[in-house]
Structure formats: C-alpha cells, structure tokens
C-alpha cells in the first residue's frame, strides 16, 4: 500500500511539474516564442509550459526580436539549435541547454558567455559582442567557432582538435596556438596584435586571412591546399608560396617585400602586391589572372603579354619605361573601376588599340608621355580619361573627336590634342569652349557672379547640331569643323535670358579655339521657386530609429530666407535628434530655420525619429510624414514646397534594395510628375569596398532625359547608356564591412524621373538595381512596380492632416483618431465610387470602422471636419 501511495505522489508531481508555466519575463521572448514556426505554444493559452518546453526540439529562432533577456531558455532542454542574433542581450545562461549543437548569439552586448556544459556544441557564433574571455576545452566536438570583433586578448583552442573554421578577426590577440587544429580550413585573424603564427600544422588550410597583424614572416609551406592568401599590412620582408600550386588569390599588399615567386602559382586570379619594394616581379607563368595590382613598388619592366584574362591592371607608381598590353584584350570585362592604371611612370608611347573593353584609363603624370593610341572602335565605353599632368603629351588618336571633346576632356592638359588619324601631325578640328553664369546684380558677368551646372549648350552650322552640358565650374566645350556655326543656351527658363542670345563663330582651318562665354540675366523681378523632398534613408522597424533626409534647393533668381517644417504622427514616432538643430520643437512638428539659400543651392536636414515598437507600431503599418518649406505666397511653382511621405514599417529587411517612394500606384493624372527612388545597399562582407556600382536598368516606360539625382550617401559619378542604363559609380569610399562598422557599412543613392508622356491606365512601370562591392557578383534587389490607375473623382484637401487613420494596411477593424470633430466619413473605391458614407454624431473625434465587409484592395478613406477634409488611401489586406 505504501509503495502505491508513493507511486501515486511521483506521478502527480510530475504532471504538476511539467504543467507550470515558464518564467519568461521578456515580453518580445515571449511573443516570438508564441509566435515561433514550428509551434512551440501547442495548446494555444498563450503562455509556455514547463512540458511545451521540454517536447520541443530542433531548431529555436528568436533573430532580431529586440529581446534583452533570455530568462527562460532554461527549460528547453532539448533544443539543438539556438539563434538569439540582433538582439540586445548583455548575458545569456545556457547551462541547461545541454544538447545544444549550433549556438548563434552574434550582435549583441554580451560581455561573458559559459558553455563549458555544451559539450555537444559543434558551431558557435559569437561575433560582434564584448566578450573578453571565453573557455572552450569542454567543447571537443566543435568544428566551428566565430569571435571575430570582440574583446579578446587571447583563446585557447588546443582542446579542439575537430576545429575547421576559426574566425577570430578584430580582437587584441597577442598569440594564437592552432598547432592542434590539424583539420583546420579557414582561418582568419585579421586586425589583431599577433608577431608569428604558425600554421604548420594546419595541412588542410584552404583560406588564411591575417591581414593588421605585426608578422615579420610567415611559413606556410606545408599548406599545399591552400588557395586563399590575404598577408596585407603585416611587415613581412619574404613571403615563399612556391608549394601552394593552388592558390587563387594572394594579397600581400603594404609589407617590406623584395620580391616574390608566383612561377608555381598557374591557378592564380587575383594577386595584389601593392605598397612593397618590389624590382622585377614575373607573372607569365599566370595565366588565369584575372585582377593584378602591384603599384607603388619599384619595377622597372612588366611583362603582361601572357596574361591574356586579365580585366584589371594597375600598376601606378613604379619605374616602367614601355607597357605592351596588347594581347590584353579583356581588360575592363566586368570591371566598373580602373581597367587601366599607370600612372607616375616612365612611359613615353602607350598603345590601347587593342583594348576594346576599357572602361576607366588612368595615366596621370607620366612626364615623358608623348602619345597614346586609343583608337579601339569602341571609345564610347570608356567612363574616364585622366592624363593629367602629362605635360609633354601631345596626342591622344581617338575613334571620333566630337565625342572625344564632349565626354573625355575634362582631365586631360590643354597641349594635348584628339585626332582620328593616328599618323596624322595636324588637327582637323576646332574647340567653341566658353563658361555659363548668371548675373544677379546686373552689372555683366564677372568672377563673382554664379557659375551654372548642367546648363545645355548648343551649336549649329545649320545642318549638323552639337550639343553638350556646363561642368560644375559652368564650362563647356565642342568640336566643330572649319565653317561658320550659330551657339546659344538653350532650354532656359522664361524668366532667364542670356546675353548673347546666340554667337557666331567662323572657322576657315583648323587647330583653332574660339570663347563664347554666356551671360544670364533674369527679365522677371522677385522670381521665387523652392523645392522640399523628404527621402527616409533606412527602413523603419518598431522600437528602432528611423532616418531621414530632409533636401531643400533655391530654383529660383534670389537668395532666399524662411522656415521649415516636418509634421509626423507623435502617437506612432517621435524626435530623437537632427542636424542642423531645430529652431523649435512640438511633439509632432519640427520646426528648422535657413537663411541666404542662394539660386540654384541645395541644403540638406539629417533628421532621426524613433519608431514606437509593439503594440504601439506594427510591421506594415504606414508612418504619415509631411515636410513643408516656406515661403510658398509668391513661389512659381508652389506644388513643390509640400512633400508627403507614407513609409511602411517593416519587421525584417533586406539591407540592399530599391523603393519607389510614390508606392505601388499613380493615377493616370498623376504621370507627369516624378517618381522618387531610393536604392539602398550595404556591405555585408567581411572587408571594406573600396569600390562600389549600382546600375539601374530603366523601364522602356520611363523618360530618362527627366532623371535627375537628389542626394547620396557618398561622393559619386553617374554614366547613362543607350538611354536606359545607368550607373551610379562610388570610387574610392572605402565602405567598411558591416562587421567593422555597422552604422558607416550603409549606403544609399535616390533620384527622380518622370514617366513618359504615353503611359496609359493600366501600364506597370517596373524596376530592379544590381549592387556590386568591389569584384563581387552583384546583388540584385527586388523588383518594384508602379501601375498607372484611373484618376480618382474624390475632392480632397491635400494640406489637411489633422487626423491619423491606421493600421495601415487593415485587417478588420480601422481607426480614425483626431483633434478636431469628426463630420463626415466616406469611403470609395480606386474609381472613385462611393461604397459607404458614415454619419457621426455626438461630437466624436475618433472613430472605429469595421472593414471585414470590403474585398483586398486599395480604398480612399475622406474625413470631413470644421477644418477642412482629409483623404487617406488606405490597403484592405
């Protein structure tokens, strides 16, 4: 009897046990726990059981759910698989999780982490933390291991000898053992403190990454699988790779290296040996090299003719006396950056006929240069053209010299000339060059006055037509023939007229170089014209800070001074900080000051507001946002001071993508305004970019004479092509990794363009943009879409916001919520039909709709009160 009472008690207090609920203080925990796929709430109460915790296995994902304490993770003992990354845990306690095979606890704050009782762990990812310290002997089943950019001084892997991947990059280690780690594959340790390394023992090494350190050598003979060296800015004075026949790639760029054997190396692609004290280096036995950089050494001859894939060659600053490429037929294949480099040499002739395919030829300084031939039959390729500094260089033979003129001679010296015959000793053209200004103080042009960017230039000999645009010191210049030809500004605005309205230059020969300056004077008196876009350069998620760009540009013929406003709805977002400061603040308005916006200057407002996070705000919610610049009462065009922006709050995002900030459709009414697109991109790699393009492929349904770029994360060149391509080109910004530098590793280029005047209801104008870092493939974003729909025959108050309508898109049930007293509610649809009118009464000023009864799609919700009427488009989801 006493041993069935007993049995009883054990069995009573288990299902007691297994039925109490988990202590999960964290509520967003919590909620993505409720929330998880696979189900981990199986009964559907909304808490978590002790026994729901034990049953569940595989695989837990609380990524990027804003939790700071993991409290609770205890009694999901079976779990073998956790990934708690983006969040914001200082600590975690995974002592119960004994069958823990994959933990993934990166970017986070965590300052300390045991897992000496995970002895099943095989892959553990702790990279962007603070951690300083961490015991891993306990973990003999480890295979993978990440601690890049955190605290470490020093971390002992001897215990684990299953190790393959090791990436401690980013840390403070003075030493690092991996004599143990036979298996080891890849290996990085970039950017600490280390003097030697030995990976002698490492025989399966396939990718070593020790670029920052302090190494004065480096063996790595016995690592025959090796393919993968980076080696930069180490003080290496030899490097021996003649027993690694499988390498790929070898940057040793920034060492004290005299020379180096590659001989053996006939798989190589990609070798960087720049910033060395290199004298003679050979690479014929390299024939699959792809990107070959070696400037700034000391070389004295190159010998390229046997690198026949070769897409990229610089080699600048050295002592090169001839450079024979001509069987370097690919050079700028897949290249958006410098196909050609060699600048500050010794180099007198240079022949690129050959070279069909270069995109950007630099050769700046080369003193003793006297001719180049460029003359390759596809000189419309080529992006950039700098031979500046070549003093003695006297011609540059081209496929034709009006384009030459017009689109490579801005970095070249004013000696040299362009000719199509490559023979020939005398020019066979004439340049009409002269600079565009604009007179405010109507007392003639002088240096005081304002230059003109990207003012059209034309000229005519009546029968052919040349035409080009002012650079941003307002010059232009064309190549013309030898008879008589009529110039002017054109495409002026009514109230600007040039002086002279056009000029006549007659040539009877050749070599000759006429100056036509121009001008401007406004006719019109007190001409205003502002213009106000809001762009949102990251996305917005609930309890993260949104960002902004307020732009602001003077159209008009006067210095201007006023105010501007930006309004938001202080229930969904708030003000966190923004540059310049605000003249004053309100809890849904920000209020900022200019002074002296000179005509045709653009100024632009960092603005930071926080997203409330749930239940406040929602993903897919809308954040209505109002910017407003004054003064509008005499501005010509008054339509641009007011810009609205509906921003849809996200609860993941891709980092690289495109928007159309007008959203998913126009009316047909609407097609000759501009479209807005932000494209976005971030580099998710594990290096800086040096380099960075984002081509765009515009929609045949889009007028790409109307693009116009309107603001950029970083400094940029941009190049069209056959009317639709188009390439924005980042050089030269170093944009660090998202493991470096988070909030610098992001980027962004917006600009604006109209549709064309043809579009027709019911046409969808599509676009996408490919993202390349560096020599990488590209990223390509998603694909946006903007149909062009029927005017809507609602009248609305477009400047009245006084209430806010959300959520949006809505489900069931839509709230209405203002200040002032609700009249009257009218919904219709697209066209414009009126679907349901609501009577108020009582003197309400929030209002609670039922849409369970409207189909999915896209509804005009119109709010009349005392003070105007408001029109909110609104998505039935």
Same mark, same amino acid.
């Given at each position: 009897?006493?041993?069935?009472?007993?049995?009883?008690?054990?069995?009573?207090?288990?299902?007691?046990?297994?039925?109490?609920?988990?202590?999960?203080?964290?509520?967003?925990?919590?909620?993505?726990?409720?929330?998880?796929? /696979?189900?981990?709430?199986?009964?559907?109460?909304?808490?978590?059981?002790?026994?729901?915790?034990?049953?569940?296995?595989?695989?837990?994902?609380?990524?990027?759910?804003?939790?700071?304490?993991?409290?609770?993770?205890?009694?999901?003992?079976?779990?073998?698989?956790?990934?708690?990354?983006?969040?914001?845990?200082?600590?975690?306690?995974?002592?119960?999780?004994?069958?823990?095979?994959?933990?993934?606890?990166?970017?986070?704050?965590?300052?300390?982490?045991?897992?000496?009782?995970?002895?099943?762990?095989?892959?553990?990812?702790?990279?962007?933390?603070?951690?300083?310290?961490?015991?891993?002997?306990?973990?003999?089943?480890?295979?993978?291991?990440?601690?890049?950019?955190?605290?470490?001084?020093?971390?002992?892997?001897?215990?684990?000898?299953?190790?393959?991947?090791?990436?401690?990059?980013?840390?403070?280690?003075?030493?690092?053992?991996?004599?143990?780690?036979?298996?080891?594959?890849?290996?990085?340790?970039?950017?600490?403190?280390?003097?030697?390394?030995?990976?002698?023992?490492?025989?399966?090494?396939?990718?070593?990454?020790?670029?920052?350190?302090?190494?004065?050598?480096?063996?790595?003979?016995?690592?025959?699988?090796?393919?993968?060296?980076?080696?930069?800015?180490?003080?290496?004075?030899?490097?021996?790779?003649?027993?690694?026949?499988?390498?790929?790639?070898?940057?040793?760029?920034?060492?004290?290296?005299?020379?180096?054997?590659?001989?053996?190396?006939?798989?190589?692609?990609?070798?960087?040996?720049?910033?060395?004290?290199?004298?003679?280096?050979?690479?014929?036995?390299?024939?699959?090299?792809?990107?070959?950089?070696?400037?700034?050494?000391?070389?004295?001859?190159?010998?390229?003719?046997?690198?026949?894939?070769?897409?990229?060659?610089?080699?600048?600053? &050295?002592?090169?006396?001839?450079?024979?490429?001509?069987?370097?037929?690919?050079?700028?294949?897949?290249?958006?950056?410098?196909?050609?480099?060699?600048?500050?040499?010794?180099?007198?002739?240079?022949?690129?006929?050959?070279?069909?395919?270069?995109?950007?030829?630099?050769?700046?300084?080369?003193?003793?240069?006297?001719?180049?031939?460029?003359?390759?039959?596809? &000189?419309?390729?080529?992006?950039?053209?700098?031979?500046?500094?070549?003093?003695?260089?006297?011609?540059?033979?081209?496929?034709?010299?009006?384009?030459?003129?017009?689109?490579?001679?801005?970095?070249?010296?004013?000696?040299?000339?362009?000719?199509?015959?490559?023979?020939?000793?005398?020019?066979?053209?004439?340049?009409?060059?002269?600079?565009?200004?604009?007179?405010?103080?109507?007392?003639?042009?002088?240096?005081?006055?304002?230059?003109?960017?990207?003012?059209?230039?034309?000229?005519?000999?009546?029968?052919?037509?040349?035409?080009?645009?002012?650079?941003?010191?307002?010059?232009?210049?064309?190549?013309?023939?030898?008879?008589?030809?009529?110039?002017?500004?054109?495409?002026?605005?009514?109230?600007?007229?040039?002086?002279?309205?056009?000029?006549?230059?007659?040539?009877?020969?050749?070599?000759?170089?006429?100056?036509?300056?121009?001008?401007?004077? /406004?006719?019109?008196?007190?001409?205003?014209?502002?213009?106000?876009?809001?762009?949102?350069?990251?996305?917005?998620?609930?309890?993260?800070?949104?960002?902004?760009?307020?732009?602001?540009?003077?159209?008009?013929?006067?210095?201007?001074?006023?105010?501007?406003?930006?309004?938001?709805?202080?229930?969904?977002?708030?003000?966190?900080?923004?540059?310049?400061?605000?003249?004053?603040?309100?809890?849904?308005?920000?209020?900022?000051?200019?002074?002296?916006?000179? /005509?045709?200057?653009?100024?632009?407002?960092?603005?930071?507001?926080?997203?409330?996070?749930?239940?406040?705000?929602?993903?897919?919610?809308?954040?209505?946002?109002?910017?407003?610049?004054?003064?509008?009462?005499?501005?010509?065009?008054?339509?641009?001071?007011?810009?609205?922006?509906?921003?849809?709050?996200?609860?993941?995002?891709?980092?690289?993508?495109?928007?159309?900030?007008?959203?998913?459709?126009?009316?047909?009414?609407?097609?000759?305004?501009?479209?807005?697109?932000?494209?976005?991109?971030?580099?998710?790699?594990?290096?800086?970019?040096?380099?960075?393009?984002?081509?765009?492929?515009?929609?045949?349904?889009?007028?790409?004479?109307?693009?116009?770029?309107?603001?950029?994360?970083?400094?940029?060149?941009?190049?069209?092509?056959?009317?639709?391509?188009?390439?924005?080109?980042?050089?030269?910004?170093?944009?660090?990794?998202?493991?470096?530098?988070?909030?610098?590793?992001?980027?962004?280029?917006?600009?604006?363009?109209?549709?064309?005047?043809?579009?027709?209801?019911?046409?969808?104008?599509?676009?996408?943009?490919?993202?390349?870092?560096?020599?990488?493939?590209?990223?390509?974003?998603?694909?946006?879409?903007?149909?062009?729909?029927?005017?809507?025959?609602?009248?609305?108050?477009?400047?009245?916001?006084?209430?806010?309508?959300?959520?949006?898109?809505?489900?069931?049930?839509?709230?209405?919520?203002?200040?002032?007293?609700?009249?009257?509610?009218?919904?219709?649809?697209?066209?414009?039909?009126?679907?349901?009118?609501?009577?108020?009464?009582?003197?309400?000023?929030?209002?609670?709709?039922?849409?369970?009864?409207?189909?999915?799609?896209?509804?005009?919700?119109?709010?009349?009160?005392?003070?105007?009427?408001?029109?909110?488009?609104?998505?039935?989801?």
């Amino acid at each position: 009897m006493k041993h069935k009472l007993l049995l009883i008690l054990l069995v009573c207090a288990a299902q007691f046990g297994f039925g109490q609920i988990v202590n999960i203080p964290d509520s967003n925990f919590k909620t993505a726990l409720l929330n998880h796929s /696979p189900v981990i709430d199986t009964n559907g109460d909304n808490e978590i059981q002790v026994s729901e915790a034990f049953q569940f296995n595989g695989t837990l994902n609380v990524t990027d759910k804003n939790i700071s304490d993991l409290t609770g993770i205890q009694a999901f003992v079976n779990i073998t698989t956790l990934r708690a990354n983006v969040n914001n845990l200082s600590q975690i306690d995974i002592s119960q999780n004994v069958n823990l095979q994959t933990l993934n606890v990166r970017d986070n704050t965590l300052s300390s982490i045991d897992v000496t009782n995970n002895v099943s762990l095989r892959d553990l990812i702790l990279n962007n933390n603070n951690i300083s310290s961490i015991d891993v002997s306990q973990n003999l089943q480890l295979s993978s291991l990440d601690i890049t950019q955190n605290q470490f001084t020093s971390i002992d892997v001897s215990q684990n000898i299953l190790l393959n991947f090791l990436s401690c990059s980013l840390n403070q280690l003075t030493s690092l053992d991996v004599t143990q780690n036979s298996v080891l594959i890849l290996l990085r340790c970039s950017f600490n403190q280390l003097t030697t390394l030995d990976v002698s023992q490492n025989t399966a090494l396939t990718n070593l990454s020790c670029d920052g350190n302090q190494l004065t050598s480096l063996s790595i003979n016995q690592n025959s699988a090796l393919e993968n060296l980076s080696c930069n800015n180490n003080q290496l004075a030899s490097l021996d790779v003649t027993q690694n026949s499988q390498l790929k790639s070898i940057y040793c760029e920034q060492n004290q290296l005299t020379s180096i054997d590659v001989s053996q190396n006939n798989q190589l692609e990609f070798f960087y040996c720049s910033n060395n004290q290199l004298s003679s280096l050979d690479i014929t036995q390299n024939t699959s090299l792809l990107y070959f950089i070696c400037s700034y050494n000391q070389l004295t001859s190159l010998d390229v003719t046997q690198n026949t894939l070769l897409r990229d060659l610089r080699c600048s600053d &050295n002592l090169l006396t001839t450079l024979d490429v001509s069987q370097n037929v690919s050079l700028g294949v897949f290249n958006f950056f410098d196909s050609l480099n060699c600048s500050r040499n010794l180099l007198t002739t240079l022949d690129l006929s050959n070279n069909v395919n270069l995109f950007k030829v630099i050769l700046t300084e080369n003193y003793f240069l006297e001719s180049v031939n460029l003359k390759n039959g596809n &000189n419309v390729n080529i992006d950039t053209l700098n031979t500046e500094g070549c003093t003695n260089l006297q011609t540059i033979c081209v496929d034709d010299i009006g384009y030459a003129v017009i689109n490579l001679s801005d970095n070249i010296e004013p000696q040299t000339i362009f000719v199509e015959d490559c023979n020939a000793t005398t020019v066979d053209y004439n340049i009409i060059t002269g600079t565009v200004a604009l007179d405010l103080d109507n007392n003639g042009c002088d240096i005081n006055d304002f230059s003109l960017q990207n003012f059209m230039v034309e000229t005519t000999d009546g029968t052919n037509t040349y035409a080009t645009f002012t650079n941003i010191n307002g010059v232009y210049a064309i190549d013309v023939s030898n008879t008589t030809y009529t110039t002017s500004v054109i495409n002026l605005p009514s109230y600007i007229a040039s002086n002279p309205t056009t000029a006549t230059s007659t040539f009877t020969g050749f070599n000759t170089t006429e100056t036509v300056d121009f001008c401007l004077t /406004p006719n019109q008196a007190n001409i205003d014209d502002l213009r106000i876009i809001l762009i949102p350069t990251n996305e917005a998620r609930p309890g993260f800070d949104a960002k902004y760009q307020l732009i602001y540009q003077n159209l008009g013929i006067q210095s201007m001074t006023g105010t501007i406003t930006l309004q938001f709805d202080d229930s969904m977002q708030s003000f966190v900080s923004s540059n310049p400061s605000t003249a004053s603040t309100t809890a849904n308005t920000l209020t900022f000051n200019y002074a002296n916006l000179l /005509p045709y200057e653009s100024r632009v407002i960092q603005i930071r507001l926080n997203t409330n996070p749930p239940p406040v705000v929602n993903g897919d919610d809308i954040l209505n946002l109002t910017a407003q610049i004054l003064p509008i009462a005499n501005d010509a065009s008054p339509t641009n001071n007011t810009y609205n922006l509906d921003q849809i709050v996200v609860n993941s995002f891709d980092p690289n993508d495109k928007q159309v900030l007008q959203g998913s459709q126009i009316t047909i009414d609407e097609t000759d305004e501009y479209l807005d697109y932000l494209i976005r991109f971030q580099n998710t790699g594990t290096a800086s970019a040096i380099n960075v393009v984002v081509t765009d492929e515009l929609s045949d349904k889009l007028d790409w004479s109307t693009l116009q770029p309107i603001s950029s994360s970083h400094p940029y060149s941009v190049r069209i092509t056959n009317g639709n391509f188009v390439e924005f080109i980042f050089e030269n910004i170093n944009l660090p990794s998202m493991m470096n530098d988070e909030p610098n590793s992001i980027g962004f280029i917006a600009f604006r363009i109209k549709p064309k005047s043809d579009v027709v209801i019911g046409d969808i104008i599509n676009g996408e943009a490919k993202i390349y870092f560096d020599f990488n493939a590209p990223i390509i974003t998603n694909t946006v879409s903007t149909e062009i729909v029927n005017a809507l025959s609602v009248a609305e108050n477009t400047n009245y916001r006084g209430f806010n309508v959300y959520p949006n898109p809505v489900v069931d049930n839509l709230m209405i919520r203002g200040t002032t007293t609700i009249e009257t509610i009218s919904i219709y649809d697209i066209q414009g039909k009126l679907l349901k009118e609501i009577a108020t009464q009582n003197a309400l000023t929030e209002k609670t709709i039922n849409m369970n009864s409207f189909t999915t799609g896209i509804y005009f919700i119109k709010i009349g009160a005392d003070s105007g009427v408001q029109s909110v488009k609104i998505i039935k989801k």
